[in-house]
């Protein structure tokens, strides 16, 4: 029973007390960024800053520019950090202080080159665009997101990491939280889904037989109606989506595996098929590719269990993904934790060590103490 809990390089860069606060805090290891979409970020325990304003998706490691000669899809360093390796450095001082290390990669999550490219972007039966979301049918994106996945953990030293940790190796879809978001509880969940069928050129090809034109059409008035998809339409809808998810998860996990040979790949995933967003719905080939599945369990409702159990059933690893932040109740979150374990929880990740204040350091370690102290879930 591991716990970890995530973090970005500036939580590291600059603060003599990071790894003092992991080893206060009992935990097992980081989990730390080396690519990560656009974010504003608080950083209420670094002794010289409080906030971060990044303002794009960027690499967090050197970008060189032989592996992205002649590519439209070129990631960029974050210009509101100093180091020419923030990520490398922040590993470094990690490791050093005896702390191992999970490499988070953020892939297809990217409104700088969804802006840059918008025809490599989910697109949906409105003909509106989502920028912040790079489909994966689309084989610009694929590569991208491969070549990404190795510029992000190439050179790192030898032995540095635990594991790689996938984020975004999928579809997002309608709900993104950011810019200003007013879009929440605006649309029932059957028009999200509807919402979220992707149909760019790239997706079109995965409809065989299917006019684009009806297809849209069915599309739009499930969203009116708020509706669920009929059948089978919607089963052939989810097919394409699923086969280029596959493509994408196929080509970056085997980029990552052959780079990196031995470490384990966590994918960050939902049970639910139709799931969209950092964590998307797994795929019926996805279990038997990777080693381990980080399941997003913020909630602190009996539902977050219910989608442990259902990811359990697939026979991997399944690590639940926890934030002690707002709107999560603090008072709730040490039965949340038993629950998730109960269920079937082999792992713990807690969001976020950078963003907590000092009063809310001791709950990470209490969640952490209650996660291994419970006893082993019973296995149905």
């Not at 590291?12 to 992991?22: H, S």
């Not at 950011?178 to 069928?197: F, I, N, P, Q, W």
């Amino acid at each position: 029973m591991t716990v970890s809990a995530h973090a970005y390089p500036w939580d590291v860069l600059g603060d003599p007390a990071f790894a003092d606060r992991v080893h206060s805090t009992g935990l097992d290891a980081v989990t730390l960024a080396v690519s990560y979409h656009s974010t504003r970020a608080a950083t209420p325990q670094h002794p010289s800053r409080r906030l971060v304003d990044a303002r794009y998706a960027a690499l967090y490691r050197p970008v060189r520019p032989t592996a992205w000669a002649g590519r439209r899809l070129a990631p960029l360093g974050p210009d509101w950090m100093a180091e020419d390796d923030p990520a490398g450095a922040a590993i470094e001082a990690l490791t050093a202080a005896g702390v191992p290390v999970n490499a988070w990669v953020v892939l297809a999550h990217n409104s700088r080159l969804g802006l840059l490219a918008p025809e490599s972007t989910v697109v949906n039966c409105y003909g509106e665009r989502y920028p912040y979301a790079l489909c994966p049918s689309r084989p610009e994106v694929r590569e991208h997101c491969g070549t990404l996945a190795v510029e992000a953990l190439r050179g790192l030293p030898a032995g540095a990491l635990r594991g790689v940790s996938l984020e975004s190796a999928g579809q997002l879809g309608a709900s993104h939280l950011g810019c200003h978001e007013k879009t929440d509880g605006a649309y029932s969940a059957a028009a999200l889904r509807a919402l979220s069928v992707c149909c760019c050129t790239g997706c079109r090809e995965g409809w065989p037989g299917l006019a684009a034109a009806e297809v849209t059409a069915r599309l739009r008035a499930a969203v009116e109606r708020e509706e669920p998809l009929p059948e089978p339409l919607g089963a052939v809808l989810l097919a394409a989506r699923q086969a280029a998810t596959d493509r994408l998860r196929r080509e970056v996990v085997a980029a990552v595996r052959e780079l990196l040979p031995g470490v384990p790949v966590t994918l960050h995933a939902h049970p639910d098929p139709w799931a969209t967003g950092p964590s998307p719905g797994l795929t019926p080939a996805a279990p038997a590719e990777v080693d381990a599945l980080l399941v997003p369990c913020w909630p602190t409702t009996p539902d977050s269990a219910e989608l442990v159990r259902r990811a359990a059933r697939f026979g991997l690893p399944v690590d639940a993904y926890v934030t002690a932040l707002p709107p999560a109740d603090p008072a709730a979150l040490p039965g949340h934790v038993r629950r998730l374990r109960a269920a079937g929880a082999e792992r713990l990740s807690l969001y976020h060590l950078g963003l907590v204040p000092a009063r809310q350091q001791p709950l990470l370690a209490a969640l952490a103490r209650e996660f291994r102290d419970r006893p082993e879930p019973q296995r149905s």
